[in-house]
């Protein structure tokens, strides 16, 4: 008896791949949608990574993986821990704003302008509604006002921020991201 209740998870485990066939479910397909539940259900980093680490091994390009990785991360406020998850999600989904976002965020911490401020107008563009992008491009543009060297901007970035803050200056998100760095940046230099 004790032999047969130690398979019977091997048995529903069998059972499941016949039914999730003759249903048109592969296992890889389940497989992925159970590690997607994970990602968003997960509790902590660690589970979040655990789970992403499980539907990478069963389908790496899938991006829906990616992108539940990615936004679980933001949700639990470590964007940063998100930063390669979201480049591998603007390669399969370059129109993905909170990747970029995510990627903004990372580069501007890194003190890589250019390439925040390219990420920024990007994301700006794909997911104006989202409060990461929301509060990165405020401190973003606070830095570019204040900070930046005009100069050695290209001439698209520049054009790229001016419609970022058309889009987003009247968002609460964005004018509290604002303020505070502006603020610590001190005065405006005259021109």
């Not at 990574?49 to 390009?61: I, K, Q, S, T």
């Amino acid at each position: 008896m004790e032999k047969w209740v130690e398979r019977i998870p091997m048995v529903f485990g069998m059972v499941g791949c016949v039914l999730g066939t003759a249903w048109g479910v592969s296992t890889d397909e389940s497989e992925v949608a159970a590690a997607l539940q994970a990602i968003q259900q997960a509790p902590d980093p660690s589970a979040a990574v655990a789970a992403y680490a499980n539907g990478v091994a069963v389908d790496r390009n899938d991006p829906k993986l990616s992108e539940a990785y990615v936004l679980r991360m933001v949700d639990l406020g470590l964007p940063e821990l998100a930063f390669h998850q979201a480049q591998t999600l603007t390669t399969l989904e370059s129109n993905n704003g909170l990747a970029w976002g995510v990627i903004a965020y990372v580069e501007a911490r890194r003190g890589n302008m250019a390439e925040a401020i390219s990420a920024i107008n990007l994301a700006g563009q794909f997911a104006p509604d989202n409060p990461l992008v929301q509060r990165t491009a405020g401190e973003i543009l606070a830095w570019y006002d204040v900070k930046a060297d005009k100069a050695t901007l290209s001439k698209s970035a520049q054009d790229g921020l001016a419609t970022i803050r058309g889009l987003l200056e009247k968002r609460p998100e964005f004018a509290n991201a604002y303020r505070p760095p502006k603020n610590a940046y001190g005065p405006r230099p005259m021109p």
